[in-house]
């Protein structure tokens, strides 16, 4: 039985009714991928950090250059799935710009200072909702980004946020679960969107798969959202490790020659992360084992000349561990090496996506990587950010970034905090109808700087050197 269509009519409404303009060479995905481009929230992604501060070199990749990464990579398994299952899947193709748009905003809703300014902001919401970089997407897309309103408000909202197609905003729910407003105890914020989006998460699933329900236990996931899902996993494992490699956090040899602790927290993550895929325990050996697929071949290795004399053995050794560290050495020095590298994992990886399809609901068809292939994604992925975000170097730079986000948050949300604020945002605290509805604001506004301008507004509000007066809030 072939697919049913990959694409409704009502796919394509938008949040608002807003009717697109008939240019027949502007297709709507397409028209959503220019919004993006073009919103102050997509911009803001340059001064968000990735894994190294912007300000340590110009190389390093930041939020947006990571983003604009994964859209290329998503775009790229769309049109590999397209060609490969063609026989599959007739004229039932993936809409690879709009997985590239979603490759575009999956990150839209990251604070200032990665996951330390996400913790922050976090603590101070625990009892109005939390915070979650996924939540807070939805969020800007739907509400915040100031493209479109509402002709009668929604929830006592009159924001429709960039009014993208319902399909493409189901391109980036990648968790189907409405998040508690409440949590009294310490636990980690579970990852899906805020009760104040719940009824446009509702809309959004109304329209991309009608009124049929999910199958028992199964979570409304589109294929462009798992599309994006796994560029994004494959973007960090790759380029985050060729940061780590350029930066001299890492080296071949000290990867290959990782310590049984390390092996170990690896194993441990990859095993949490890979349970519903995989199934079965990740161990130490096989952690090691794919770190070996990916730097064993730069390595040359040369038998002992002479079994008998033990100083030519000796020099024989020696001279291989010259070699070895040679090698190490002109992978992280060298440019090209890193790039061809990375090349090579990204091209191997893609080729390695396979798609399930859904012939009752074919928005919902599962794309996947092969289960070896997904263990050595998320080992590179555990290994760096283990080896190098945990490093203590990284970590004294990111403890800053958790007390400078906590501290802005509490002047705001003073008595008169809202005198510090833009008159934009400073009218909305001021209408706020209750303490939860403040605090919101307050937290939209500081999740929505960059770093640097949270460093700016900290000095204003703290140095003793502040920005000038003259310089716009």
Not at 383 to 392: V, W
């Amino acid at each position: 039985m072939m697919l049913t269509r990959m694409y409704r009519e009502r796919d394509f409404l938008r949040q608002n009714g807003e009717v697109d303009k008939p240019d027949p060479w502007r297709p709507a995905f397409v028209r959503d991928y220019g919004r993006i481009i073009h919103s102050a929230s997509f911009r803001r992604l340059q001064g968000k950090t990735q894994v190294f501060p912007g300000h340590e070199s110009d190389f390093f990749r930041n939020r947006l250059t990571h983003s604009l990464e994964v859209a290329q990579i998503a775009e790229g398994i769309a049109d590999r799935l397209n060609h490969v299952y063609k026989t599959h899947i007739g004229n039932v193709e993936i809409d690879s710009r709009l997985c590239a748009a979603a490759g575009l905003i999956h990150d839209i809703g990251h604070p200032p200072f990665g996951h330390n300014g996400e913790r922050a902001l976090d603590e101070k919401m625990r009892m109005y909702g939390g915070f979650e970089g996924n939540a807070q997407t939805l969020r800007i897309l739907s509400r915040l980004e100031k493209k479109a309103k509402y002709k009668n408000p929604k929830d006592g909202d009159s924001r429709a946020g960039m009014n993208l197609c319902f399909r493409t905003l189901g391109s980036i729910l990648k968790y189907d679960f409405e998040i508690p407003f409440e949590r009294p105890d310490d636990s980690k914020p579970k990852k899906g969107y805020y009760a104040s989006e719940a009824n446009i998460v509702e809309e959004i699933k109304r329209n991309v798969i009608g009124e049929r329900k999910l199958p028992e236990g199964r979570k409304f996931k589109t294929v462009e959202c798992a599309i994006m899902d796994i560029a994004d996993d494959i973007a960090y494992s790759v380029y985050d490790l060729e940061d780590s490699l350029k930066a001299g956090f890492l080296t071949p040899a000290s990867i290959l020659s990782t310590d049984h602790e390390l092996l170990k927290r690896v194993a441990k993550v990859v095993t949490e992360q890979l349970k519903d895929d995989v199934g079965e325990p990740v161990t130490e050996a096989q952690v090691h084992s794919k770190l070996f697929d990916v730097f064993g071949d730069i390595f040359s290795f040369e038998k002992s000349k002479t079994l008998g004399d033990n100083d030519e053995r000796k020099q024989d050794d020696i001279a291989n561990f010259v070699s070895v560290m040679q090698a190490s050495r002109d992978l992280n020095m060298d440019a090209g090496n890193r790039m061809k590298l990375s090349s090579e994992l990204v091209h191997e990886f893609i080729n390695d996506v396979v798609l399930t399809k859904n012939e009752e609901l074919p928005a919902l068809s599962i794309v996947k990587l092969k289960k070896e292939t997904r263990i050595k994604v998320e080992v590179l992925k555990q290994y760096t950010y283990l080896s190098t975000i945990y490093s203590n170097r990284v970590k004294l730079g990111e403890y800053r970034g958790t007390e400078l986000v906590s501290d802005i948050f509490d002047a705001l949300q003073k008595k008169n905090g809202y005198l510090l604020m833009p008159d934009d945002v400073r009218r909305l605290v001021q209408d706020a109808d209750g303490e939860a509805l403040k605090a919101r604001h307050i937290c939209d506004f500081v999740a929505g700087m960059t770093d640097r301008y949270a460093v700016e507004f900290w000095a204003r509000l703290r140095s003793d050197s502040a920005e000038s007066m003259f310089k716009p809030i």
